[in-house]
């Protein structure tokens, strides 16, 4: 099945190999991006697998090629490796990087609602140290302790976080500060100014949309993805130890100056992913949870969902605004669920 990248490359193909504009062909090519909008509902793949057999081998390297070549675009399914829209040897790079185990390779859902796509990682369940775990240093916060042992189920977490483009797709207006203006208008950035209250209207609307059950991770799903689940190198940061090479924060956004071009937010997935290849968990805006805040346990859990009730909802990852101890990946923070802030967002869960 074509998809939409696909169509639009083919689109910019024709253009510029025949250097004019034949309305024919760009109408017969639109047609066929509208049947792929509505296939594309719902689609599974795996990173690297170009042509669809499931499988990161040395044929999605030559399927990927023939096509940048002018071959038959119907050969690949899954073309653009590093999501910049556009499918060029760059992708490429990116399978060779699979092949070699520099980047990995893994199982995700691509959902589109109103024509804006998002991808679903799949995170494969395991035990973990939940907490405040060695390579976090001596900073540790008393309320990430003692740190114990967590057991997940397999579940789907967002590849980045929600974006106003999403948002907005879903519930039709975008309430983000850092949107026009100083700050130009850049879809890609992580929504904000939403409360846990909002996030559960968002979610509600995009599971009728959808026939899902999207919903906001639970803090242990939220830490594990960050530590990268069973693929985890045990970094201090979700993916790296360098926070400057995974993270926005206070230290490396383009600007200090409140209401200055690059104050704020910055655009997803323009850091490197961790080791699942999710990105911005740490840095650029905290992160809402399911969870009610409470105390940890020593015990050993499965699948835990939190206190019962409370009076806030626990917001993890760091921000833009915050310094390199709130970027780390056990760091815990909580908020009323009715506030909202420009440095406070969220991730889908599935």
């Known amino acids: 099945m074509f998809s939409v990248l696909i169509i639009t490359a083919l689109i910019r193909k024709t253009y510029r190999a025949k250097n004019c504009f034949n309305m ?51 050969a690949i399914v899954n073309g653009d490796q590093d ?33 804006v796509s998002f991808t679903m990682v799949q995170v494969e369940g395991g035990t973990f140290t939940m907490g405040a775990t060695a390579e976090q240093g001596s900073d540790v916060d008393d309320c990430e302790k003692p740190a114990h042992e967590v057991t997940l189920s397999t579940f789907l977490i967002g590849q980045i ?38 996030c559960q209207q968002f979610i509600a609307k995009l599971n009728e949309m959808t026939g899902k059950t999207f919903r906001l991770p639970t803090e242990a799903e939220w830490e594990y993805a960050a530590r990268g689940g069973n693929r985890s190198k045990g970094f201090r940061y979700s993916g790296s130890d360098a926070i400057d090479d995974v993270a926005w924060y206070w ?42 805040y409470g105390s940890y346990s020593a015990e050993a859990q499965s ?19 915050y310094l390199t101890i709130d970027c780390r990946v056990s760091f815990r923070d909580y908020n009323a669920p009715d506030l909202y802030y420009n440095w406070l967002g969220l991730r889908l869960a599935l």
């Open 24 to 74: 024919n062909k760009l109408l017969s090519l639109l047609t066929m991006l509208a049947v792929c909008v509505a296939a594309m509902a719902q689609s599974s793949v795996v990173r690297g697998d170009v042509d669809g057999d499931g499988d990161v081998t040395s044929t999605d390297v030559t399927a990927l090629y023939n096509y940048l070549l002018g071959g038959d675009a119907s």
């Open 83 to 115: 999501g910049d829209s556009y499918i060029t040897s760059a992708d490429v790079t990116v399978i060779y990087n699979i092949l070699l185990g520099i980047l990995p390779s893994y199982s995700c859902e691509i959902f589109t609602v109103n024509g």
């Open 161 to 198: 976080e929600v974006t106003q483009e999403l948002w907005q797709a879903v519930m039709g207006s975008n309430p983000s500060e850092f949107n026009g203006g100083s700050y130009g208008i850049n879809l890609q950035r992580p929504v904000e100014q939403v409360s846990w209250n909002d």
């Open 251 to 292: 230290g490396n956004i383009p600007s200090n100056i409140h209401g200055t071009a690059g104050y704020g937010t910055q655009v997803v997935a323009s850091k490197l992913p961790n080791e699942l290849g999710i990105y911005d968990m740490s840095g650029n805006v905290y992160e809402w949870c399911q969870d009610w």
């Open 303 to 321: 699948n835990p969902t939190g206190p019962a009730s409370g009076s806030y909802r626990v917001d993890r990852g760091g921000s833009w605004p």
